[in-house]
DNA sequence: AAAAGGACCTGGTGGC
DNA sequence: TGCCACCAGGTCCTTT
């Protein structure tokens, strides 16, 4: 489900229902995540003041004065702020109830994601430690992007999801941002010029920016920490559109397998 | 060191 | 209706 775009949407979305709220109850129903729910987190959380809701890459850490909650959501998770009362459904794995009466709700129906406590600094935490550069902080440049793909033989679209270099880049985002740069997925990524990461950073910036604007991409089932579905599938240009006329050549849109994920792409627009 | 493929899960869809 | 193959927004781990 989510991208870096469907997780600012849910982190600034729970921001004003979490910070401040002291945790009353921790509830786990399912420990089977991606890894283990410990099952010490009430001992750890209860009576718990939230200090503050943040992102990296594609995880939130909720953070109190003794740790951090790592929270990723996989492929399927979702974090929604509800009545306490909500009654229970399918693949509901964890709730914490707040001081407000509401309780944030995790829900995960394929077990991808992970709920993890760490009293480490998060940029300590071994799941975050390797994390390359975020792609909307001016930290990154496309001259870095370039250099790192030196003797990089994978097609470009795996290699700007490659998260040990630059995060938050998923399936839909890399396709979408490859159309607007005019770049064929499957070029190879030591092809391409400087130019030509200075260029894909500035539509990958774009992208990602206006995602976020419209509250995230709902294919099926994202919401963010309210409900509200995203508008951005709206605006979509390649993804999920083979067979489909390019909306800037009026070609016929081409879909290929790139590293088992599916690509789509502009055969005029997106020349090999 | 880099690349490719499998693994982890459940559910929806479309074909027969 | 049922069964089956295939697909899905992520990313870690093993093998080549």
Not at 193 to 200: F, H, I, P, S, V
Request: a positive charge; proline letters at 4%; one cysteine or more.
């Amino acid at each position: 489900m989510p991208e870096l775009p469907e997780v600012e949407t849910i982190m600034r979305s729970l921001a004003p229902n979490l910070v401040e709220k002291i945790i009353e109850k921790v509830i786990i129903r399912e420990t089977r995540l991606r890894w283990p729910v410990d099952l010490n987190l009430p001992s750890y959380l209860e009576g718990q003041t939230v200090q503050q809701i943040s992102r990296r890459s594609k995880y939130l850490l909720v953070s109190t004065l003794n740790g951090h909650l790592l929270i990723h959501l996989g492929m399927s998770g979702n974090l929604r702020i509800l009545p306490q009362n909500t009654p229970v459904k399918k693949h509901d794995h964890v709730d914490i109830h707040l001081s407000s009466q509401q309780i944030l709700r995790y829900h995960d129906t394929r077990r991808f994601g992970c709920i993890l406590w760490t009293t480490q600094a998060p940029d300590q935490h071994v799941l975050l430690r390797e994390l390359g550069q975020e792609p909307l902080t001016p930290e990154l440049t496309g001259d870095y992007w370039y250099q790192r793909a030196r003797s990089r033989k994978l097609a470009v679209k795996n290699y700007i999801m490659d998260n040990h270099i630059v995060v938050g880049i998923g399936n839909i985002y890399a396709n979408e941002a490859l159309f607007l740069a005019g770049i064929h997925p499957n070029r190879a990524a030591q092809q391409l010029t400087l130019a030509d990461y200075q260029r894909l950073l500035i539509c990958v910036r774009r992208v990602l920016n206006t995602a976020i604007a419209m509250g995230g991409t709902t294919l099926r089932d994202f919401t963010d920490g309210t409900g509200k579905e995203g508008y951005f599938k709206n605006e979509l240009q390649i993804y999920g559109r083979e067979g489909e006329k390019c909306t800037q050549c009026g070609k016929i849109i081409k879909h290929m397998q790139i590293g088992q994920r599916s690509s789509y792409y502009c055969p005029h627009c997106q020349a090999e």
